[in-house]
């Protein structure tokens, strides 16, 4: 997500950096390409023309620092002006008892997914959540909520068979939730196609009843212009009190995160990155400008890294790497960690400057699947021995992987490469100095 205005906003900014002074004529040229960057990104006019107009008021009156480029200045205001169209003013959740979450939203934004997702994200956090169905419409929504919540092993409401009273399958909830050990209870409503006044009604009774602390609407971010209407209807209606961006690791072009957040005044609280149940993070808006404007986002790598691989485990792999004894053990071991950390798309983005090397050189994200084959087609001894795999070997690999002798000759060299760098410690130490100078010579100081 938000790769086209990525994209856009880099070429933007590699002109201004090469621009020994700033002047208001550049300023505003540079700005119209932002404006056409953020409206070709599904960005609403009204929040387009007045993120410009702020940008363009601190670029004129800013006194440009003697230390740093004019058009380095410039990256920043634009950055801080970013964070807080993103969410400024970001509250963590209301858990104070009763704590009640209701999530809202049109079918197809996953609600009852992202329902399920924060109910693991509070467990992580030793919160004993509940989750209460109440979409009696869709087709198998009880079902599929029943499913992951046996899957993340947290107790779920379920209603009786037929039901479709929904204020009274929430007078039911409430009592079962009186009799559960739980601190937190997250309900999963009906949505329909499109906003009417029946799904609105309902969830204003509802809301009447429950009286929630939070109210999360759910929406995709593939929404486009549509997120704008949507997001006021919700709020106009029942006070939403934070929004839930679904499937941020697809191809969207990001404006609705930018729309509805603005149009709405309430901050952006979490947003699904994946697939797994695992795959949600809350949104921290000057992390998501970091990574719109190439910079990367090294705390949350750390953070999902330590959720996902043991400290023991990164020790000794560590370990191997220095001493030169890396294998193809090691290595499978390696990629199995990556996968854990979530799309590989994703990941590469919170790299500083890995999205700007990568932008001209299309990740397969497949390869990492025919590489895995390859090593599960090896022996033990060859695995634990990469100078032993001769020709004759190498064509085994290849039949038992379903790969060419050429993609598997390909893989070993790549590998033999990448063992000779991990060998030479000065080679380790100018690649680990390029990779993490590059924010900073993008922008000092952030």
């Known amino acids: 997500m938000f790769n086209q205005l990525s994209d856009s906003l880099d070429n933007v900014f590699r002109k201004l950096k090469g621009q020994g002074k700033i002047t208001e004529k550049n300023i505003s040229d540079a700005l119209r390409e932002v404006r056409m960057a953020l409206l070709e990104s599904d960005v609403d006019y009204g929040v387009t023309k007045g993120f410009i107009a702020a940008v363009k008021e601190k670029a004129l009156g800013v006194e440009v620092m003697k230390s740093v480029k004019p058009g380095q200045q410039i990256v920043k205001i634009f950055h801080d002006e970013l964070t807080e169209l993103l969410g400024g003013d970001a509250q963590p959740l209301d858990l104070n008892p009763p704590a009640r979450i209701l999530m809202v939203g049109l079918n ?265 084959a390859m090593v599960l087609s090896m022996t033990p001894t060859e695995r634990a021995r990469p100078d032993v795999l001769n020709g004759s070997r190498r064509q085994r690999i290849a039949r038992g992987s379903g790969n060419s002798i050429t993609e598997v000759n390909q893989f070993l060299k790549q590998f033999g490469q990448m063992r000779k760098v991990m060998r030479s410690k000065g080679k380790m130490k100018k690649m680990m100095e390029q990779l993490g100078g590059m924010s900073e010579r993008g922008m000092p100081g952030m």
């Not at 419409?137 to 107790?155: G, H, M, S």
């Not at 037929?162 to 601190?183: F, N, P, R």
């Not at 499937?247 to 509805?260: F, I, T, V």
């Open 108 to 372: 197809g934004a996953g609600k009852t997914t992202t329902s399920a997702k924060l109910a693991l994200h509070l467990k992580k956090q030793d919160r004993k959540p509940l989750l209460i169905a109440c979409d009696l419409y869709r087709p198998a929504a009880i079902d599929q909520l029943q499913t992951l919540a046996e899957e993340i092993d947290v107790p779920m409401f379920r209603p009786e068979a037929g039901e479709t009273d929904v204020i009274k399958v929430a007078e039911q909830a409430l009592k079962w939730i009186s009799e559960q050990d739980g601190t937190v209870a997250i309900f999963d409503t009906a949505g329909r196609q499109e906003i009417d006044e029946n799904l609105i009604g309902e969830l204003k009774q509802l809301s009447d009843l429950l009286k929630p602390k939070e109210t999360l609407l759910v929406a995709d971010s593939a929404t486009g212009q549509q997120a704008v209407s949507v997001a006021k209807h919700f709020h106009e209606a029942i006070g939403v009190t934070g929004l839930v961006l679904t499937k941020l690791d697809g191809d969207a072009r990001g404006g609705a995160a930018l729309s509805m957040r603005a149009v709405t005044q309430r901050p952006i609280k979490f947003a699904g990155v994946g697939e797994k149940m695992e795959n949600f993070e809350a949104f921290v808006p000057d992390r998501m400008a970091n990574r719109i404007l190439g910079m990367g986002d090294v705390v949350g790598l750390v953070e999902k890294a330590a959720q996902a691989i043991s400290e023991d485990d990164a020790e000794r792999m560590a370990d191997r790497m220095k001493k030169g004894s890396f294998d193809f053990n090691d290595f499978l071991e390696q990629m199995r960690m990556m996968k854990k950390l979530g799309p590989l798309e994703g990941i590469i983005g919170m790299i500083p400057g890995m999205s700007k090397l990568t932008k001209n050189m299309p990740i397969d994200t497949s390869r990492m699947g025919k590489v895995e």
